[in-house]
């Protein structure tokens, strides 16, 4: 049963619904989970039920429509504050949290929410891109964490606990989003009008890894073009590593200026590299597989003088371990060279076994 058009997350719901009725709702909440899975748009509605002004907070389900609801959805209530990472930087800067100048502790995310809520019942502050908080930015947030004011909620978003300073995550409450089903990842694609029909959600939806955002990756015919030119590379043994390196490089940085695009497109191609390696395996076994994949897999079985299979299962670790330095916030130009440099000595290593 969907939280009206979030999907996936009732056992959330439900949990916030009990400590609601206990009157036991902590004040600081860390959202963490794969990046596409709803955790922003759990934590607008979630700012929606606390200050619907038609419904008790019991309930925790908003009207929708009444003017504090509206205000909200469009992100104009005074009682709300939505603090997102600028493009053009690496981190939140500390004046999104503390103000700027002369204006320092008169004004950003610490002030407002210690002020009085203006219409609402709670003042509610939401940090959207918590993976880009630095040592700075956390210790800016400290006082704030250990003494939050009264009637005050404040949520963290990130997409790994592994990103968050012990300061952030000794003093939160983590909440957990898992991926969605393949079910619901068509019915948000299908809600939010971003496909046509419920055959090209379905589609999507199945190579998805239960996230909306890699699901949209699917119809990024450049990603998909970019992924099978990395496969017809494998297939050859000979593949130089050195140039694919330049060659990723270079196709991640046109993903966009944003660092969260960049990084994005770089997982994505990550997931479908590892998607690849498992046809090779599969198709070495019989397995009927990924049909995309299979015609450059039964050609890397060819080439590789029976050293395929194991060069694909040692590959898929060295994708996972590139990912998870992307997680990280290793800079992408070292992931990517380290990836090619670790895909470079796996090959060597191959080889010399056949």
């Known amino acids: 049963m969907a939280w009206g058009p979030i999907q996936g997350h009732d056992k959330i719901v439900a ?3 009990r400590a609601i009725e206990r009157n036991r709702l902590a004040s600081t909440f860390l959202f963490v989970g794969p990046e596409g899975i709803g955790k922003s748009r759990f934590a607008k509605r979630f700012a929606q039920a606390l200050l619907c002004t038609t419904r008790s907070d019991a309930e925790l389900e908003p009207c929708g429509t009444c003017p504090t609801c509206k205000q909200v959805q469009s992100g104009n209530h005074p009682d709300v504050t939505w603090i997102q990472k600028p493009e053009e930087r690496s981190f939140l800067p500390v004046r999104l949290f503390l103000g700027d100048g002369e204006q320092r502790g008169k004004e950003g995310l610490c002030h407002e929410i210690s002020m009085k809520p203006q219409s609402g019942s709670r003042k509610i502050a939401v940090i959207e891109d918590a993976d880009y ?5 956390a210790n800016s947030l400290l006082k704030l964490l250990e003494e939050p004011p009264p009637r005050s909620v404040l949520i963290l978003i990130c997409t790994s606990l592994d990103r968050q300073l012990p300061t952030i995550r000794s003093r939160c409450q983590v909440i957990r989003f898992s991926p969605l089903s393949d079910d619901e990842v068509a019915q948000v694609l299908l809600n939010q009008e971003l496909v046509e029909n419920q055959k090209d959600a379905q589609s999507l939806a199945e190579n998805s890894k239960g996230s909306v955002t890699q699901a949209l990756a699917g119809l990024d015919q450049e ?4 992924s099978q030119q990395l496969a017809q590379a494998w297939s050859d043994p000979r593949f130089s590593s050195v140039k694919l390196a330049a060659e990723t490089l270079s196709f991640v940085d046109q993903a966009g200026k944003e660092s969260r695009q960049r990084r994005l497109r770089l ?3 990550g997931e479908k590299s590892i998607d690849f390696f498992r046809t090779v395996q599969q198709t070495q076994l019989g397995v009927t597989a990924n049909s995309s994949w299979e015609p450059t897999a039964s050609n890397m079985l060819k080439n590789w003088s029976g050293q395929a299979e194991y060069f694909a299962e040692e590959a898929i670790e060295v ?3 590139m990912m998870q330095h992307v997680d990280r916030n290793v800079h992408l130009t070292t992931a990517i060279e380290g990836w090619w440099d670790q895909m470079a000595k796996t090959r060597e290593k191959c080889l010399q076994q056949a």
């Open 319 to 321: 994708t996972i371990e």
């Open 223 to 226: 990603l998909t073009d970019f």
């Open 15 to 17: 949990m916030f619904r």
């Open 267 to 269: 997982k994505t191609l």
């Open 133 to 137: 908080l630095n040592a700075e930015g």
